[in-house]
């Protein structure tokens, strides 16, 4: 990435609190990492892949940037015959490739049944006595179920049993 475009001022520095971020721990944040990604992008005018690849790593810690750099979407695909210049992947290929890194990043594998029965499991063990303690376990369930159940992949009477 070119340090002298104009948009370089005006993307935040990386840990800066209007900076995107993302933990590899919480895979699930990563769609939204890069909507934060690309919203910063469409306000400072950023357009080129390969700026964008380069500002994409940017904002990650860097066993994180290490990894996403050594996907082959982030090099060069080739050469094109008939002009003999580079053609580079495009930013798309490379944040899809970022993203197949992830389970649960995507929205293919945003929840299985492992995650219910780990939020029914710890429900059946806490001692639920608040209305808060109540809501915050319907709002994780209802979002795991909601999701499992439009995928197809539970069906509404096995929800509704499994709803403590």
């Known amino acids: 990435m070119d340090q002298h475009h104009a948009y370089a001022k005006s993307m935040p ?3 800066h609190n209007t ?6 721990n919480e895979p699930q944040e ?7 990604l690309e919203f910063l992008f469409a306000s400072s005018g950023v357009i080129d892949d390969v700026d964008k690849k380069a500002l994409g790593i940017r904002y990650v810690d860097y066993n ?6 050594s996907l082959a979407e982030y090099e060069a695909s080739g050469i094109n015959p008939t002009t003999q210049t580079v053609i580079p992947y495009s930013y798309q290929d ?3 490739a970022v993203i197949s890194l992830y389970p649960g990043a995507d929205n293919a594998t945003k929840y299985s049944m492992a995650n219910l029965d780990q939020v029914t499991g710890e429900a059946r063990r806490a ?3 608040t209305i808060g303690q109540f809501a ?3 709002c ?4 795991i179920t909601k999701w499992l159940v439009d995928s197809g992949r539970l069906g509404s009477l096995k929800r509704d049993r499994l709803f403590r």
């Open 30 to 36: 990563l769609p939204r990492y890069f909507q934060e």
């Open 140 to 143: 994780k369930f209802y979002q």
């Open 13 to 15: 520095a990386r840990g």
């Open 19 to 24: 900076a995107p971020s993302f933990s590899p």
């Open 94 to 96: 490379w944040k899809t």
């Open 64 to 69: 994180t940037s290490e990894q996403w750099l």
């Open 127 to 129: 001692d639920i006595k």
């Open 136 to 138: 915050a376990y319907y």
